[in-house]
């Protein structure tokens, strides 16, 4: 069965819910109205490009979607429990994936990547069929009251709103107050991205110049052989040309004054190393993840601590109050068209960044101290020895 096909207008009205991917472009992206948001489709193409040329922010946003965890879902409920867990874990994402998860984890990429984020339940047959994660160069957003907006459908004459926006799910990341587009985690980094790939193009051309060494021949002739410089010069670039190339090392021999020198021998090349870090720690700390985790090794004994678990952990969970909402709302839609009823919480599991030696370490602590607690306790009201 394909879910992604408009079906036919039927006579029942209600029957029409269930739409195919209503946030598809009908045309291929084009600029958007300075009043919808995102705006331009170039900043959308200009986060891409960052994350395909820096190979760092590409590894940490992946690394920030993996460390989100899961998630469970309780209903008073267990019957309907079990078929809520169960559509959680089937339901058809895209055209490869499988499971709600794998579609929060392509929402949540999207909402850091450009600020935001768009998805959409397809239903048919009175249930949702699957969950598309539609592209942001295919909608647009506006403010429709202070407290609303409204996710538009690109048209060939520009735009329109979705038919069922109660079936789209979206979401922005630190809106600006009156404003439906989003602040992306990189908001910053393509100045610093920019500046990292000079120096790493500056490093490449000195490391062609100075692993394919150019030479210099110069050749001065003497007085009496001045007349025959251009021929003289000619047999030496021809012989000097046909040692280089020779498949075995080989002599060159001339007569004369013959000096040869590599061509940037006596140039100076920066060092990158102090530059390069500068801009990985704009980076790193635009990111918020510790260093180590992206493998930049910059100090011999670094660890994470308890201060930046505890850091990281707020982050995550700030990322989860994010993705809260679409899950509350898929769970009320798939329950409104089961027909069911019930009272639900989403509970993600534990956020655990500390080796587990070391958890295991203070844990134990802990019981040694819990019981030398309650064997002071019990010394302090045992009777008198009687004496």
Known sequence: MNFFRKKEQTKEPEKAAAVSVQTAAETPPFSGLLHYAPAENGMLSLYTKLRQSVPIVDAALDKIVRLIGEFTVTCEDPKIERELRAFLQDVKVGPFGCGALTFLQSFLDDLLTYGNAVGEMVVANGQIAALYNASLSDVEFSMTTPLDWQVRRRTLSGSEPVPYPALVLSS?????????????????????????????????????RAGNVRFAVTVKPDQNAAAF???????????????????????????????????????????????????????????????????????????????????????????????????????????????????????????????????????????????????????????????
């Not at 630190?174 to 000079?198: C, H, V, Y």
Request: hydrophobic share 45%; proline share 5%.
């Open 172 to 208: 922005a990341r630190r809106p600006e107050p009156g404003s439906a587009r989003g602040r992306s985690l990189l908001e910053g980094l393509p100045f610093m991205g920019d500046i990292l790939l000079k120096i790493y193009h500056t490093i490449g051309k000195n490391w062609d």
């Open 229 to 387: 410089a251009p021929q003289y010069a000619q047999q030496v670039a021809e012989e000097w040309g046909r040692a280089m190339k020779s498949e075995r090392v080989s002599d060159f021999v001339a007569v004369g004054d013959v000096s040869i020198r590599a061509i940037g021998a006596d140039g100076q090349i920066l060092d990158s190393e102090v530059p390069v870090r500068q801009m990985l720690e704009q980076i790193v700390a635009k990111l918020g993840l510790p260093p180590f985790l992206l493998g930049l090794s910059w100090s011999s004994t670094e660890r994470m601590s308890s201060q930046q678990a505890d850091v990281l952990t707020s982050e995550l969970e700030s990322y989860r109050r994010l993705l809260d909402p679409i899950l509350y709302k898929l769970c009320r839609t798939w329950m409104a068209l089961s027909g069911e009823i019930c009272a639900f919480s989403i509970d993600w599991n534990d956020i655990t960044l500390q080796d587990t030696t070391e958890l295991a370490a203070a844990a134990l602590n802990r019981a040694r101290e819990k019981l030398a607690l309650a064997q002071a306790a019990a010394v302090k009201v045992s009777p008198a020895d009687g004496k």
